[in-house]
């Protein structure tokens, strides 16, 4: 899972640093933009609400990880069975959903 994170927070990088970065920078006012301007902030707006889609996407996978090593197998598995059993219904769904 660490391997995975730092692979997913270098694609984070990589967007920010190809996609956000450029267009803000492109946002700040110029004569050779200010036609734009309008599209500009629209587009700005649009990717920084991606950036922090993913963010927060990424911040439920990350918790989600965390559940799944305490609810699949394992003593609080044992211990909790309803809680568990619940758990991997839910995990059914999510997978269905992001599949």
Not at 21 to 44: D, E, G, L, M
Not at 56 to 72: D, G, K, S, T
Request: proline fraction near 4%.
């Amino acid at each position: 899972s660490t391997g995975m994170q730092a692979t997913i927070s270098g694609a984070m990088l990589r967007f920010d640093e190809t996609y956000l970065i450029p267009a803000c920078s492109v946002a700040h006012p110029s004569r050779y933009n200010a036609p734009f301007k309008s599209q500009i902030q629209t587009w700005v707006h649009k990717l920084s609400n991606t950036t922090d889609i993913i963010e927060n996407w990424l911040q439920v996978q990350n918790l989600w990880i965390y559940l799944e090593a305490v609810f699949v197998g394992g003593d609080i598995a044992r211990q909790l069975p309803k809680e568990a059993k619940r758990f991997q219904n839910i995990d059914k769904s999510w997978v269905k959903i992001m599949s």
